[in-house]
């Protein structure tokens, strides 16, 4: 039986936890030796308390227990001073004298009234509660989504992409789908067409929304806007805003929340956990509490390479801010301008796609282009397949294309030999020719045997069967 000494007692009423000048000497010297603070101060733990496996509250509630004759089984290391002077004074006590014992554990130590009384202020035989996944599961609400795939309902979807990429126009473009029952951009259909859309304009331009809605002959009475207090910039971090949008939320009941943008929206940094901890738990509690969709347009950091930020094909890494806004969304979005040929082009095609989900398999990257309008203005322009980006043309590429322009004149195909001769007076050697052949083999027919010297090389815009030669 281990027991607590009246030396340990007075020693920790004293404030001093180090038994033995001996002790002190090996910790100044680890101190001087050890360069890790995290294993140094564990080290520290367990020469002063020993380790523990026992919460506070768990060491008292297990006193509170035995004090009132409940079997408790757990051992005096187990308990950390005071509740070990306590616990020791249990197991020696006479029956009926344990209150008694108990006070003269601890007489003479700081405190003592206000460690007996938080003792007899808790519930003997108190457990608390610990659910299992199964207790849960009758209260969760399955994952439901606005947009299958891209926006979950009741849960964060973040939009990042450089400036000028269109992330506003797209958050625009899903507004009018909603509001007009119109299908979203990959055919999925709009689960309540007509419903109110909020959208927090932090960046104060609402002319350019109202323009922008014109042009897309939206029903402007559906979108929501709000705005700063005159005077003020919108900071969500506030209670006042908070509760402005709360109330929004409650009242209109929307299909989808949208936040244009994050670093317009919040007066703290966002490169540390602690600067926006609170304000993506309350956006959280915003989606779950509404049940719609909320998407937080979001920026990102110039690339490291000096690459034109709007075609770089960024990753969930190229988000500005801290990792902790990503790690909080459900599904992260990302949005570029594609370049598709030799020069760039900032109104050229654009590629949507999942950055991140946690909720299902990514789907294929989408592609819109901006569709002029007459007299002004643009709508989006969806393609289910999102553009190719362009590279610079191979030797090979040059070898096909040439090939294809040389065939297609000739409704009766070309022998083998004058193609060959024709091929190397533009530079392309024989071996090369025949991958050429080989890689549009789809569209070049033999009219003879392949080994025939009467072959002839016939193309054909419709793709052909494989012939036998080719299996």
Not at 25 to 34: A, D, R, S, T
Not at 301 to 313: E, Y
Not at 346 to 364: A, I, Q
Not at 407 to 421: A, M, Q, R, T
Request: proline content about 8%.
């Amino acid at each position: 039986m281990i027991h607590a000494s009246q030396n340990e007692r007075r020693r920790w009423a004293a404030g001093g936890k180090i038994t033995g000048r001996w002790t002190s000497v090996i910790l100044c010297c680890l101190f001087y030796h050890v360069r890790n603070p995290q294993f140094l101060m564990r080290l520290v733990l367990v020469c002063l308390v020993g380790v523990s496996m026992l919460s506070e509250r768990m060491q008292k509630q297990m006193i509170a227990d035995r004090l009132v004759g409940h079997p408790v089984e757990a051992n005096l290391k187990d308990f950390q001073p005071p509740w070990r002077f306590l616990w020791q004074a249990l197991l020696d006590a006479p029956p009926g004298q344990e209150k008694q014992a108990m006070e003269k554990a601890v007489f003479g130590l700081p405190d003592h009234d206000r460690i007996l009384q938080s003792i007899m202020a808790i519930n003997p035989g108190y457990r608390p509660p610990m659910p299992s996944l199964e207790d849960l599961a009758k209260d969760l609400t399955p994952i439901e989504w606005l947009w299958h795939g891209w926006i979950p309902r009741s849960l964060i979807t973040v939009l990042g992409a450089s400036q000028g990429s269109g992330k506003s126009f797209v958050a625009l473009d899903l507004a009018w789908r909603i509001i007009h029952g119109q299908n979203y951009p990959d055919g999925s259909p709009v689960a309540r067409p007509g419903a109110n859309i909020i959208y927090v304009d932090a960046e104060m331009v609402p002319q350019i929304l109202n323009e922008r809605a014109q042009h897309y002959g939206l029903d402007r009475s559906k979108l929501f806007v709000m705005l700063p207090e005159e005077g003020e910039m919108i900071d969500l971090g506030h209670q006042n805003y908070q509760d402005r949008l709360t109330e929004m939320a409650a009242m209109l009941n929307p299909e989808l929340i949208i936040i244009d943008s994050l670093s317009s929206i919040h007066s703290g940094g966002q490169n540390n956990v602690e600067d926006i901890r609170s304000l993506m738990g309350y956006l959280i509690r915003l989606a779950s509490g509404a049940r719609c969709g909320l998407l937080l347009v979001h920026h990102i950091r110039k690339p490291a390479s000096g690459q034109r930020m709007m075609n770089f094909d960024l990753g969930m890494e190229d988000l500005s801010g801290s990792g902790y806004i990503t790690q909080q969304a459900r599904v992260v979005l990302g949005l570029r301008v594609v370049q598709t040929g030799p020069d760039f082009d900032p109104n050229g095609p654009r590629e949507l796609k999942v950055l991140k989900t946690n909720l299902g398999p990514y789907h294929d990257p989408l592609g819109f282009e901006f569709a002029p309008l007459e007299p002004a203005g643009v709508i989006l322009k969806w393609d289910a397949k999102a553009p190719k980006p362009y590279r610079e043309p191979t030797e090979m590429d040059e070898c096909k294309e040439w090939l294809e322009d040389f065939l297609k004149p000739y409704p009766d195909g070309v022998k083998v030999k004058e193609v060959i001769s024709a091929g190397k007076e533009q530079g392309f050697s024989r071996p090369m020719l025949y991958r050429a052949r080989a890689e549009l083999k789809k569209h070049i027919a033999n009219t003879a045997g392949r080994k025939s010297p009467d072959n002839r090389w016939l193309w054909s815009e419709a793709e052909l069967a494989p012939e036998p030669d080719d299996d």
